[in-house]
């Protein structure tokens, strides 16, 4: 699934960038559907708490086959507010990640319910864009690594607030450094596992949820992923890192 904007159009999630076989994503349009069903088995939210009586509603509709079996998140009663702080466990070191729950409530949810399931244990992180592309992102979350993986189930929009939009980028917004979005195939709601982290102010449609921000202290991590570089199979500066970084786990906490 591409998710974020590349130079070259791969299997059309338009994620950040997308890279060759590496696919980007992101968000558009916010829908926040009124109860919803989700359709099968709800999965627990972070910390394993049960669907709470407040909240809001979230649609997660069919999308396809999942890279692997997984319930879909429960759809009612989804934390809207507060964070929470998970960690991504690499091959390239521990990157300390805090969700926001109030910027993307519906995205924040599937992705904790999808690292309960063990989702994205060993899966490799296929995109990583570096000058000369105009955008800086480490792509993660599909178990394939071809960037056309997913959980069988897409994530509804949850446009983001408050970016500045980008000097001579008409119609586009930076995401800052350290931010973390919910990357999608270039269409309304397509969003599902996969994920990016930006390591530098980049430039990009305004239309990935913004899921939260990595940890001022593991941001020398990305640095370092970033300068190992990418082989360019999908365009200049757009394709697998080098060294491949490989995604361990998610870890949230316990309790």
Not at 127 to 151: E, K, M, S
Not at 236 to 253: E, F, H, N, T, Y
């Amino acid at each position: 699934m591409r998710m974020v904007p590349r130079r070259r159009a791969r299997p059309r999630p338009r994620a950040v960038p997308a890279a060759p076989s590496v696919a980007a994503a992101v968000v558009t349009t916010a829908v926040l559907a009124a109860a919803c069903s989700s359709g099968g088995p709800a999965a627990p939210d972070s910390a394993g708490a049960p669907e709470q009586a407040d909240g809001i509603s979230c649609s997660y509709p069919d999308s396809g086959s999942p890279a692997r079996p997984v319930e879909r998140p429960a759809s009612l009663g989804v934390p809207d507010v507060g964070t929470l702080p998970v960690t991504l466990r690499t091959s390239a070191g521990e990157i300390g990640v805090t969700l926001d729950r109030a910027s993307a409530p519906c995205a924040v949810h599937s992705l904790a319910s999808l690292a309960r399931q063990k989702f994205y244990v060993h899966t490799p992180c296929h995109r990583l864009t570096t000058p000369p592309a105009a955008v800086f992102l480490l792509q993660c979350g599909d178990p394939t690594g071809t960037g056309a993986g997913g959980p069988g189930y897409a994530v509804q929009d949850e446009p983001p607030a408050g970016l500045a939009p980008a000097t001579g980028a008409p119609g586009k917004a930076v995401y800052p450094r350290g931010t973390v979005a919910l990357s999608n195939h270039g269409v309304p709601d397509s969003g599902g596992s996969q994920f990016f982290l930006v390591y530098r102010n980049s430039p990009l449609p305004p239309t990935y949820s913004v899921l939260g921000s990595v940890d001022a202290a593991s941001l020398p991590v990305l640095d370092a992923i970033a300068a190992a570089g990418t082989d360019g199979t999908s365009s200049p500066g757009d394709g697998r890192p080098l060294k491949p970084v490989l995604l361990r786990s998610i870890v949230l906490p316990s309790g």
